[in-house]
């Protein structure tokens, strides 16, 4: 008589036989804990039993690295669904314009450059110089009064001799002056945001059309 495979039986039917999850040697879960306390009140020494105190000692200790696992895998949890959520956040972040700390700023091919200053005080005047990558001033905005904080300013792209100025990157400083006293303060400039990738400081990290990387943390204003 010839035997019968159970295994390629199995295979015939096209099914395969379920293994069994083995659970490593390393780890003790909570049926191997009590099996293990059972065992230990039943092999203990008559005349030295176990204090109630130990007992309740091992009891504690095993709740407590129970509750560490549980808690570890809620962060994980809490983990996978902020990076989620970052990623939804970022994929709204393109073609959106942001405003950023910067000395360079771009002037547009409709001969537009739109940026902000900040002023830590009231100033009388305020000014905006723009300049080529190589040094030479191309125009000066005076933007008169202006109260403490975030104030825009625009160029055309007119030229002191009223011609029009190539389009691309220009070099940009700002100063507020009251009487005779003059103080550098900060610009900022308007780009358009081309890419967004996650990681970096605030989560992900901002790719824009002319002013390069930036993250999170450095976007003064989205609009």
Do not use: C
């Not at 400081?201 to 901002?206: D, E, K, N, V």
């Amino acid at each position: 008589m010839s035997t019968i495979n159970s295994t390629n039986a199995y295979e015939d039917l096209g099914l395969t036989q379920r293994q069994q999850p083995q659970k490593p040697n390393d780890s003790l879960g909570q049926a191997e804990f009590l099996r293990l306390m059972t065992t230990q009140l039943a092999n203990q020494d008559p005349l030295q039993p176990i204090q109630d105190a130990d007992f309740i000692a091992q009891m504690a200790q095993f709740g407590t690295v129970n509750g560490i696992t549980e808690l570890q895998s809620s962060f994980d949890t809490l983990a996978s669904a902020m990076q989620s959520n970052q990623a939804l956040q970022a994929s709204v972040m393109v073609g959106r314009t942001v405003t950023t700390p910067s000395d360079i700023n771009t002037l547009s091919d409709s001969g537009e450059m739109t940026g902000m200053v900040n002023l830590p005080s009231n100033a009388q005047n305020v000014i905006v110089k723009i300049s080529k990558p190589n040094g030479e001033l191309v125009q000066t905005l005076h933007l008169g009064e202006q109260a403490a904080g975030l104030n825009h300013y625009t160029w055309d792209g007119t030229l002191e001799n009223n011609d029009q100025a190539e389009p691309g990157t220009y070099v940009i400083s700002a100063q507020m002056t009251n009487g005779e006293q003059s103080e550098a303060i900060q610009a900022f400039a308007n780009d358009t945001v081309d890419s967004v990738s996650l990681g970096g400081p605030g989560g992900f990290t901002l790719h824009l059309s002319n002013l390069g990387d930036r993250s999170m943390n450095d976007i003064l204003k989205i609009s």
